[in-house]
Protein backbone atom coordinates (compact mmCIF):
# COMPACT_ATOMS: atom_id res chain seq x y z
CA UNK A 1 0.00 0.00 0.00
CA UNK A 2 2.43 2.42 0.62
CA UNK A 3 4.13 1.76 -2.34
CA UNK A 4 1.37 2.90 -3.89
CA UNK A 5 0.82 6.03 -2.11
CA UNK A 6 4.61 7.16 -3.19
CA UNK A 7 3.82 6.20 -6.50
CA UNK A 8 0.65 8.54 -6.37
CA UNK A 9 2.21 11.28 -4.84
CA UNK A 10 5.41 11.41 -7.61
CA UNK A 11 2.84 11.04 -10.29
CA UNK A 12 1.29 14.36 -8.95
CA UNK A 13 4.03 15.70 -8.72
CA UNK A 14 5.47 15.22 -11.97
CA UNK A 15 2.19 16.01 -13.65
CA UNK A 16 2.11 19.28 -12.00
CA UNK A 17 5.65 19.85 -13.28
CA UNK A 18 4.43 18.63 -17.04
CA UNK A 19 1.30 20.28 -17.22
CA UNK A 20 1.49 23.81 -15.16
CA UNK A 21 4.78 24.94 -15.15
CA UNK A 22 6.47 23.78 -18.26
CA UNK A 23 3.94 25.15 -21.04
CA UNK A 24 3.93 28.46 -18.78
CA UNK A 25 7.41 28.80 -18.82
CA UNK A 26 7.09 28.05 -22.89
CA UNK A 27 4.44 30.40 -22.87
CA UNK A 28 6.96 33.45 -21.23
CA UNK A 29 10.04 32.40 -22.94
CA UNK A 30 8.51 31.25 -26.13
CA UNK A 31 5.29 33.70 -26.75
CA UNK A 32 2.97 32.51 -29.92
CA UNK A 33 3.72 34.46 -32.85
CA UNK A 34 1.27 34.51 -35.55
CA UNK A 35 2.64 32.09 -38.21
CA UNK A 36 4.54 32.84 -41.15
CA UNK A 37 2.77 34.62 -44.01
CA UNK A 38 4.25 34.06 -46.83
CA UNK A 39 1.70 35.59 -49.19
CA UNK A 40 2.81 38.99 -47.81
CA UNK A 41 -1.00 40.11 -47.26
CA UNK A 42 -0.13 43.48 -45.91
CA UNK A 43 1.32 44.80 -49.13
CA UNK A 44 -0.95 45.76 -51.45
CA UNK A 45 0.28 48.50 -53.20
CA UNK A 46 0.93 46.68 -56.91
CA UNK A 47 -1.73 44.65 -58.77
CA UNK A 48 1.04 41.56 -59.46
CA UNK A 49 -1.77 40.18 -61.66
CA UNK A 50 -0.57 42.15 -64.28
CA UNK A 51 1.75 40.16 -66.63
CA UNK A 52 5.37 41.75 -66.66
CA UNK A 53 7.07 42.51 -70.51
CA UNK A 54 10.70 41.16 -70.04
CA UNK A 55 12.25 43.29 -72.64
CA UNK A 56 10.74 46.38 -71.01
CA UNK A 57 11.60 44.98 -67.12
CA UNK A 58 15.20 44.75 -68.89
CA UNK A 59 15.52 48.44 -69.73
CA UNK A 60 13.78 49.54 -66.62
CA UNK A 61 16.71 48.04 -64.84
CA UNK A 62 19.77 48.59 -67.04
CA UNK A 63 18.00 52.79 -66.41
CA UNK A 64 17.29 52.00 -62.83
CA UNK A 65 19.51 49.30 -60.68
CA UNK A 66 22.14 48.73 -62.14
CA UNK A 67 24.25 51.97 -61.28
CA UNK A 68 23.71 50.47 -57.23
CA UNK A 69 23.56 46.77 -58.44
CA UNK A 70 25.43 44.09 -59.78
CA UNK A 71 23.77 41.80 -61.74
CA UNK A 72 26.28 39.48 -62.99
CA UNK A 73 24.71 36.67 -64.66
CA UNK A 74 22.98 39.48 -66.74
CA UNK A 75 26.43 41.07 -67.02
CA UNK A 76 26.62 43.35 -65.19
CA UNK A 77 29.33 43.55 -62.79
CA UNK A 78 29.59 45.16 -59.67
CA UNK A 79 30.96 48.70 -60.83
CA UNK A 80 32.65 49.67 -56.42
CA UNK A 81 34.71 47.56 -54.75
CA UNK A 82 32.86 46.04 -51.18
CA UNK A 83 34.24 49.01 -49.31
CA UNK A 84 33.91 52.08 -51.89
CA UNK A 85 29.66 50.52 -51.95
CA UNK A 86 29.42 50.28 -48.32
CA UNK A 87 30.59 53.91 -47.86
CA UNK A 88 28.60 55.26 -50.38
CA UNK A 89 24.85 53.62 -49.64
CA UNK A 90 25.75 52.26 -45.85
CA UNK A 91 25.29 48.60 -46.60
CA UNK A 92 26.63 46.17 -49.96
CA UNK A 93 23.94 46.54 -52.17
CA UNK A 94 22.89 42.75 -52.87
CA UNK A 95 22.96 41.16 -56.57
CA UNK A 96 20.15 40.85 -58.33
CA UNK A 97 20.64 37.39 -60.41
CA UNK A 98 18.87 35.82 -58.13
CA UNK A 99 15.93 38.17 -57.13
CA UNK A 100 13.01 37.02 -59.39
CA UNK A 101 13.80 33.13 -58.00
CA UNK A 102 14.16 34.13 -54.12
CA UNK A 103 11.65 36.43 -53.13
CA UNK A 104 7.98 36.07 -53.37
CA UNK A 105 7.05 38.59 -56.32
CA UNK A 106 4.32 40.30 -54.27
CA UNK A 107 7.05 40.98 -51.77
CA UNK A 108 9.52 41.60 -54.48
CA UNK A 109 7.01 44.33 -56.61
CA UNK A 110 6.30 46.04 -53.49
CA UNK A 111 9.84 46.45 -52.52
CA UNK A 112 10.78 47.98 -55.18
CA UNK A 113 7.56 50.64 -55.34
CA UNK A 114 8.30 50.99 -51.53
CA UNK A 115 11.26 49.35 -49.47
CA UNK A 116 10.91 50.51 -46.18
CA UNK A 117 7.16 49.74 -45.70
CA UNK A 118 7.88 46.31 -47.64
CA UNK A 119 10.59 45.49 -45.27
CA UNK A 120 8.90 47.22 -41.88
CA UNK A 121 11.11 49.60 -41.18
CA UNK A 122 9.26 52.48 -41.00
CA UNK A 123 10.14 52.89 -37.55
CA UNK A 124 13.16 53.66 -37.96
CA UNK A 125 12.93 55.27 -41.43
CA UNK A 126 9.80 57.57 -40.93
CA UNK A 127 8.01 59.17 -43.79
CA UNK A 128 9.38 62.40 -43.55
CA UNK A 129 12.08 61.45 -41.09
CA UNK A 130 15.62 63.06 -41.42
CA UNK A 131 17.01 59.75 -42.39
CA UNK A 132 16.30 58.44 -45.76
CA UNK A 133 16.94 54.69 -46.68
CA UNK A 134 19.24 53.64 -49.02
CA UNK A 135 17.37 52.56 -51.61
CA UNK A 136 14.92 54.87 -53.32
CA UNK A 137 11.21 54.48 -53.90
CA UNK A 138 10.09 53.45 -57.22
CA UNK A 139 6.67 54.50 -56.38
CA UNK A 140 6.70 56.60 -59.39
CA UNK A 141 6.92 53.61 -61.31
CA UNK A 142 3.38 52.55 -63.21
CA UNK A 143 2.30 48.75 -61.71
CA UNK A 144 2.59 47.73 -65.45
CA UNK A 145 6.31 48.73 -65.35
CA UNK A 146 7.40 47.53 -61.89
CA UNK A 147 5.61 43.64 -63.02
CA UNK A 148 7.72 44.32 -66.11
CA UNK A 149 10.69 44.66 -63.75
CA UNK A 150 9.84 41.40 -61.66
CA UNK A 151 8.82 39.57 -64.79
CA UNK A 152 12.77 40.38 -65.82
CA UNK A 153 13.97 39.40 -63.03
CA UNK A 154 12.58 36.21 -62.92
CA UNK A 155 13.58 35.51 -66.34
CA UNK A 156 17.18 36.22 -65.91
CA UNK A 157 17.07 34.11 -62.40
CA UNK A 158 19.67 30.77 -62.74
CA UNK A 159 17.83 27.50 -62.23
CA UNK A 160 19.49 25.99 -59.28
CA UNK A 161 18.63 23.20 -56.83
CA UNK A 162 19.77 21.40 -54.01
CA UNK A 163 22.69 22.62 -51.95
CA UNK A 164 23.98 25.15 -54.89
CA UNK A 165 20.59 26.88 -54.36
CA UNK A 166 20.95 26.94 -50.47
CA UNK A 167 23.62 28.60 -50.45
CA UNK A 168 23.11 31.13 -53.56
CA UNK A 169 19.89 31.66 -51.61
CA UNK A 170 21.88 32.69 -48.63
CA UNK A 171 24.21 34.69 -49.99
CA UNK A 172 21.89 36.71 -52.03
CA UNK A 173 19.01 37.30 -49.37
CA UNK A 174 21.58 37.32 -46.03
CA UNK A 175 25.49 37.61 -47.13
CA UNK A 176 25.14 41.38 -47.77
CA UNK A 177 25.04 41.50 -43.41
CA UNK A 178 25.48 38.22 -42.27
CA UNK A 179 28.69 35.49 -42.21
CA UNK A 180 28.96 32.38 -41.84
CA UNK A 181 32.43 31.87 -40.57
CA UNK A 182 31.82 28.08 -40.46
CA UNK A 183 31.47 27.84 -44.28
CA UNK A 184 34.14 30.33 -44.58
CA UNK A 185 31.71 32.89 -46.15
CA UNK A 186 32.26 36.66 -45.02
CA UNK A 187 29.30 39.13 -45.19
CA UNK A 188 30.08 41.51 -48.33
CA UNK A 189 29.79 44.80 -45.86
CA UNK A 190 32.10 45.04 -43.26
CA UNK A 191 31.22 44.49 -39.67
CA UNK A 192 32.35 47.97 -38.32
CA UNK A 193 30.39 49.25 -41.25
CA UNK A 194 27.02 47.62 -40.65
CA UNK A 195 27.05 48.53 -37.15
CA UNK A 196 26.90 52.36 -38.32
CA UNK A 197 24.26 51.25 -40.45
CA UNK A 198 22.07 49.13 -38.91
CA UNK A 199 22.48 50.70 -35.28
CA UNK A 200 23.79 46.53 -34.33
CA UNK A 201 25.74 44.08 -35.46
CA UNK A 202 24.60 41.51 -37.53
CA UNK A 203 25.49 38.42 -35.57
CA UNK A 204 27.58 35.01 -37.63
CA UNK A 205 25.03 32.75 -38.20
CA UNK A 206 27.04 29.63 -37.94
CA UNK A 207 25.47 28.19 -34.90
CA UNK A 208 22.11 29.38 -35.08
CA UNK A 209 20.70 26.95 -36.45
CA UNK A 210 21.14 24.92 -32.93
CA UNK A 211 21.28 28.18 -30.35
CA UNK A 212 17.40 29.43 -31.95
CA UNK A 213 16.27 26.38 -33.64
CA UNK A 214 14.43 25.91 -37.09
CA UNK A 215 10.85 26.99 -35.49
CA UNK A 216 12.16 30.49 -34.43
CA UNK A 217 14.18 31.08 -37.61
CA UNK A 218 10.92 30.18 -39.80
CA UNK A 219 9.04 32.77 -37.93
CA UNK A 220 11.88 35.13 -37.43
CA UNK A 221 13.02 35.52 -41.22
CA UNK A 222 9.55 35.99 -42.46
CA UNK A 223 8.76 38.97 -39.92
CA UNK A 224 11.45 39.85 -37.36
CA UNK A 225 9.70 42.47 -36.00
CA UNK A 226 7.06 40.18 -34.31
CA UNK A 227 9.67 38.50 -32.01
CA UNK A 228 11.79 40.81 -31.68
CA UNK A 229 9.84 44.69 -31.82
CA UNK A 230 11.82 47.24 -32.73
CA UNK A 231 14.68 45.08 -34.46
CA UNK A 232 17.13 46.31 -36.89
CA UNK A 233 16.81 43.35 -39.05
CA UNK A 234 14.50 43.80 -41.80
CA UNK A 235 12.37 41.71 -43.15
CA UNK A 236 13.70 39.97 -46.37
CA UNK A 237 10.72 38.47 -48.28
CA UNK A 238 11.80 35.43 -49.62
CA UNK A 239 9.02 32.93 -50.63
CA UNK A 240 8.80 29.86 -48.73
CA UNK A 241 10.63 27.93 -50.46
CA UNK A 242 13.79 29.80 -50.58
CA UNK A 243 13.32 30.57 -46.82
CA UNK A 244 13.73 26.56 -46.54
CA UNK A 245 16.69 26.71 -48.60
CA UNK A 246 18.58 29.55 -46.31
CA UNK A 247 17.68 27.47 -42.84
CA UNK A 248 18.95 24.16 -45.26
CA UNK A 249 22.33 26.03 -45.24
CA UNK A 250 22.48 26.94 -41.89
CA UNK A 251 21.92 23.28 -40.65
CA UNK A 252 24.40 21.82 -43.43
CA UNK A 253 27.08 24.58 -42.13
CA UNK A 254 25.98 24.44 -38.22
CA UNK A 255 24.73 21.13 -37.81
CA UNK A 256 26.37 19.16 -40.60
CA UNK A 257 25.87 15.50 -38.28
CA UNK A 258 22.21 16.07 -37.60
CA UNK A 259 20.83 13.04 -39.99
CA UNK A 260 24.27 10.96 -38.53
CA UNK A 261 22.96 11.64 -34.85
CA UNK A 262 19.50 10.98 -35.27
CA UNK A 263 19.81 7.64 -37.40
CA UNK A 264 22.86 6.57 -33.94
CA UNK A 265 19.87 7.27 -31.54
CA UNK A 266 17.51 4.54 -32.78
CA UNK A 267 20.52 1.75 -32.47
CA UNK A 268 21.37 3.51 -28.79
CA UNK A 269 17.78 2.89 -28.04
CA UNK A 270 17.85 -0.54 -28.94
CA UNK A 271 20.96 -1.48 -27.00
CA UNK A 272 19.92 0.02 -23.81
CA UNK A 273 16.74 -2.21 -24.56
CA UNK A 274 19.33 -5.31 -25.24
CA UNK A 275 20.98 -4.66 -22.32
CA UNK A 276 18.29 -3.97 -20.08
CA UNK A 277 17.06 -7.61 -20.81
CA UNK A 278 20.35 -8.93 -20.44
CA UNK A 279 20.81 -7.40 -17.17
CA UNK A 280 17.58 -8.49 -16.10
CA UNK A 281 18.44 -12.22 -16.92
CA UNK A 282 21.72 -11.59 -14.91
CA UNK A 283 19.78 -10.35 -11.82
CA UNK A 284 17.42 -13.08 -12.17
CA UNK A 285 20.46 -15.77 -12.13
CA UNK A 286 22.72 -14.39 -9.14
CA UNK A 287 19.51 -13.56 -6.81
CA UNK A 288 18.24 -16.95 -7.82
CA UNK A 289 19.64 -18.96 -4.58
CA UNK A 290 18.37 -16.56 -2.06
CA UNK A 291 14.71 -16.06 -3.00
C1 LIG B 1 20.85 54.15 -54.82
C2 LIG B 1 21.17 52.77 -54.89
C3 LIG B 1 20.09 51.77 -55.26
C4 LIG B 1 19.28 51.75 -56.40
C5 LIG B 1 19.27 52.74 -57.53
C6 LIG B 1 18.50 50.54 -56.31
N1 LIG B 1 18.81 49.87 -55.15
FE1 LIG B 1 18.02 48.08 -54.55
N2 LIG B 1 19.06 48.19 -52.82
C7 LIG B 1 20.00 49.17 -52.51
C8 LIG B 1 20.54 48.90 -51.19
C9 LIG B 1 21.59 49.73 -50.46
C10 LIG B 1 19.91 47.71 -50.73
C11 LIG B 1 20.11 47.04 -49.37
C12 LIG B 1 19.32 47.78 -48.34
C13 LIG B 1 19.34 47.16 -46.97
O1 LIG B 1 19.49 45.95 -46.85
O2 LIG B 1 19.14 47.92 -46.00
C14 LIG B 1 19.00 47.29 -51.78
C15 LIG B 1 18.22 46.15 -51.72
C16 LIG B 1 17.52 45.62 -52.77
C17 LIG B 1 16.87 44.32 -52.79
C18 LIG B 1 16.85 43.32 -51.63
C19 LIG B 1 15.49 43.33 -50.95
C20 LIG B 1 15.39 42.51 -49.71
O3 LIG B 1 14.27 42.25 -49.27
O4 LIG B 1 16.40 42.12 -49.13
C21 LIG B 1 16.29 44.18 -54.02
C22 LIG B 1 15.48 43.00 -54.52
C23 LIG B 1 16.56 45.40 -54.77
N3 LIG B 1 17.31 46.25 -53.99
C24 LIG B 1 16.10 45.64 -56.06
C25 LIG B 1 16.30 46.83 -56.74
C26 LIG B 1 15.72 47.11 -58.04
C27 LIG B 1 14.86 46.16 -58.83
C28 LIG B 1 16.12 48.38 -58.38
C29 LIG B 1 15.77 49.16 -59.60
C30 LIG B 1 14.35 49.31 -59.89
C31 LIG B 1 16.96 48.89 -57.28
N4 LIG B 1 17.04 47.92 -56.32
C32 LIG B 1 17.59 50.12 -57.27
C33 LIG B 1 20.35 50.26 -53.29
C34 LIG B 1 19.77 50.59 -54.50
C1 LIG C 1 20.44 44.52 -44.02
C2 LIG C 1 21.13 43.64 -43.10
C3 LIG C 1 20.54 42.29 -42.78
C4 LIG C 1 20.07 41.34 -43.68
C5 LIG C 1 19.97 41.43 -45.18
C6 LIG C 1 19.73 40.18 -42.89
N1 LIG C 1 19.95 40.44 -41.55
FE1 LIG C 1 19.66 39.14 -40.00
N2 LIG C 1 20.21 40.59 -38.68
C7 LIG C 1 20.68 41.85 -39.01
C8 LIG C 1 20.99 42.57 -37.80
C9 LIG C 1 21.53 43.99 -37.72
C10 LIG C 1 20.68 41.72 -36.72
C11 LIG C 1 20.79 42.02 -35.23
C12 LIG C 1 19.44 42.53 -34.81
C13 LIG C 1 19.38 43.14 -33.45
O1 LIG C 1 20.27 42.92 -32.65
O2 LIG C 1 18.39 43.85 -33.22
C14 LIG C 1 20.21 40.48 -37.32
C15 LIG C 1 19.83 39.36 -36.59
C16 LIG C 1 19.56 38.11 -37.13
C17 LIG C 1 19.35 36.90 -36.37
C18 LIG C 1 19.45 36.75 -34.86
C19 LIG C 1 18.13 36.91 -34.20
C20 LIG C 1 18.22 36.67 -32.71
O3 LIG C 1 17.37 35.95 -32.20
O4 LIG C 1 19.13 37.17 -32.06
C21 LIG C 1 19.10 35.89 -37.27
C22 LIG C 1 18.83 34.44 -36.95
C23 LIG C 1 19.16 36.49 -38.59
N3 LIG C 1 19.44 37.83 -38.46
C24 LIG C 1 18.97 35.79 -39.76
C25 LIG C 1 18.99 36.36 -41.02
C26 LIG C 1 18.79 35.60 -42.26
C27 LIG C 1 18.59 34.10 -42.33
C28 LIG C 1 18.85 36.50 -43.28
C29 LIG C 1 18.66 36.23 -44.75
C30 LIG C 1 17.44 35.58 -45.13
C31 LIG C 1 19.12 37.81 -42.70
N4 LIG C 1 19.20 37.67 -41.34
C32 LIG C 1 19.26 39.00 -43.42
C33 LIG C 1 20.82 42.35 -40.29
C34 LIG C 1 20.45 41.71 -41.45
Given at each position: ?K ?11 VG ?6 E ?15 F ?16 D ?18 A ?56 KA ?11 Q ?14 K ?8 E???D ?9 Y ?12 K????A ?21 ND?Q????G????R ?9 E ?23 M ?7 I ?11 G??
Amino acid sequence: MKEFKILAIIVALVGITYYGIEPYAHHVMHPEVKAADFTFGDLKNVDTSLAGNIDNGKALVEANCIACHSIEKAGHPQIMSNADAAAAYGVVPPDLSSSGRIYDKNYLANFIFDPVSAMHLSHKYPVGGAKAFSMPAYNWMKPQEIMDVVAYLQSIAPKVAGKDAHKETFADACGRCHSMGYAKFEATTSKEAIKTYMGASAPDLSQHIKSRKEHFLHSFINDPQLLLAGTSMPRVGLSEKAQEEVIAYMEEVGDSKKAERESVGLWVMLYTFVFAILAYLWKRKIWSGLH
